[in-house]
């Protein structure tokens, strides 16, 4: 019996003692893959949703303009604002699969840390899975500046170089990475480190990416005088027309500008490695900044741009935001205005992004009010819109679908399962003109807009018509609608109104 119990607790030991080492084998993988800290923050931490959102963004990508790029400079925010640009960048890599991608970051998190940081680990974990290390690049980065220091703690809460890795993934699913933050701007420090890293990287397939935003917290029209310099400097190549690009604008007493690029150091340094890896000159891809997003405030913005260096030398050129002018609304552009409230929705449902609404008509770059209707079975589903714009007709389009979609008090949110059932109407609108008497009001033609005291609303044009109201029963129903008594528009009201082009799906089925 003794015995017995000997070869019990013997056994026990044995598969304790076995249990300790394989765990002790499993910590330091563990521990040498860090893991991600702004997934559901910056990106989706569903790996469907991120991958589709990625998907969405690199299949609305602007053109191979300088294609096998050595560089790319681009912005590092939270998908849904800077995503599309960041995939214009990497769109520029199409048909390439590159075998190393050296990752640029700029330090947010340890203010006193002024050298080079390389991450010491194996790789960077996100909901995609884990990107690997290049060692090899890592070691000889080690053994070829002595700026660098191979250390995680810079690392690890910083979100720039994060928010590329899971770009990297789906572009190039079978690169390595080496992540890297540069620790301060100082532009003897980039020159250095960014010679070793271009003279390690060339002739090899790999490619250098330098995470920065531009502008921060300028006005939208700021931020584009701000940041269009920035990104034409960047492709020079000049790394002092750069610093006084980024500069120079601070000494300009721009309201609530903090900074012209957060990553100045990637930036600097991306330029001379490429440099030393053959880069001819650089090509500014596109620009956007948070203004720009069906969601974004254009009082306080942050700027994006991409940038691809290249041994080509391409022709540097912005692409500028384009003023409008006051041409009617074409079929295509009623087409492709729908096209975009749908497609705004369902890509907020379905990968919590939103399209950036580019490549219109002068006709609908311009301010125009517009109102989003959304109708199930011929029922209002939602409906919000502005009467006064704050934002070009096209991305207006997209802020008020949402809204629409979303926001409607009067109903519950919108649901994907439900956008096969729902048609899409858009009512833009003319400017707003006051009208002395009730009676100057037509039916069918105006819109009407009603203000008493504080109380106020409208009706679009559409509604009466719909509704078979006369003049006095729509105004009667616009009383209700703002919570006055009926009858309250005979005596202390005001009205404006305004006329509406109407269109919906269905014309174009």
Known sequence: MKRRYFFIVLILILLMSFAVVIQARKEPEMDTVRPPVVAGKFYSESPEILRAAITGFLEDGSPV????????????????YSGQIAADGYSQARGHSYDTVVI??????????????IYPGDGFATPLGVARVDRTIVEALKAASPDCV???SPHQNEHSVEVQVPFIQVVFP?????PVIIGTPDARLCERFGQALGKILKGKNALIVASSDLSHYPSHADAVAVDIPILAAIATLDPQRVQEAIKAPMNKGIANLHTGACGE?????????????????????SYANSGDIAIGDRSRVVGYGAVALTVDAPQPAVVKPASG?????????????LALARKTITRYLTTETVPLARGFSPAVQEYRGVFVTLKKFGNLRGCIGRLIPEAPLGQLVGTMAIQSALNDTRFRPVTIAEMRDIEIELSVLTPMKPVPRAEDIVVGRDGVLLQKGRAGAVFLPQVATEQGWSREEMLNQLCLKAGLAEGSWRTGAEFQTFQAIVFHESEFK
């Open 65 to 80: 303009s300088a294609p096998n790029p050595l560089a790319l400079i681009l912005p590092h925010a939270g998908y849904i």
């Open 104 to 117: 640029l970051g700029t330090n947010h998190t340890s203010p006193h840390f002024n050298k080079i940081a």
């Open 150 to 152: 191979l250390t995680s």
């Open 174 to 178: 079978k690169a390595k990475i080496v």
């Open 265 to 285: 150091g990637p930036i600097l340094t991306a330029m001379a490695a490429a440099k030393v890896m053959g880069a001819k000159g650089g090509k500014v891809v």
């Open 325 to 337: 002018t006051a041409d009617e609304l074409q079929p295509g552009d009623k087409k492709a205005l």
